[in-house]
């Protein structure tokens, strides 16, 4: 989270992407799914799409959600990140 700026939907929606079920202890569900966590990214990809996708219906509805982008940072596909796709 940014120590300021927050209040853009795309920087709200990037947020929520970073957050995992249970990390926000008076919402359980906000966050994509915590059990995708110990799984290979190539493996739990489409099922991250399809939390994410969620989360953005529910959470952010005023942006245009088009899917996650996933980026390896390593050369092991070990370590990924995941960019949210916003379209306008």
């Given at each position: 989270m940014l120590?300021?700026?927050n209040s853009s939907p795309?920087?709200?929606l990037r947020n929520l992407i970073l957050l995992h079920e249970?990390?926000?202890?008076?919402?359980?569900?906000?966050?994509l799914r915590a059990d995708l966590q110990?799984?290979?990214a190539t493996t739990a990809y489409p099922f991250l799409q399809g939390s994410a996708?969620?989360?953005?219906r529910h959470y952010?509805?005023?942006?245009?959600f088009s899917g996650l982008q996933l980026s390896?940072?390593?050369?092991?596909?070990?370590?990924?990140?995941?960019t949210p796709k916003i379209s306008s």
């Open positions: 120590a300021s700026g795309e920087i709200c249970g990390d926000v202890i008076i919402d359980q569900c906000r966050g110990d799984m290979p996708f969620w989360v953005a952010e509805p005023r942006v245009n390896f940072t390593d050369s092991k596909e070990s370590a990924f990140t995941l």
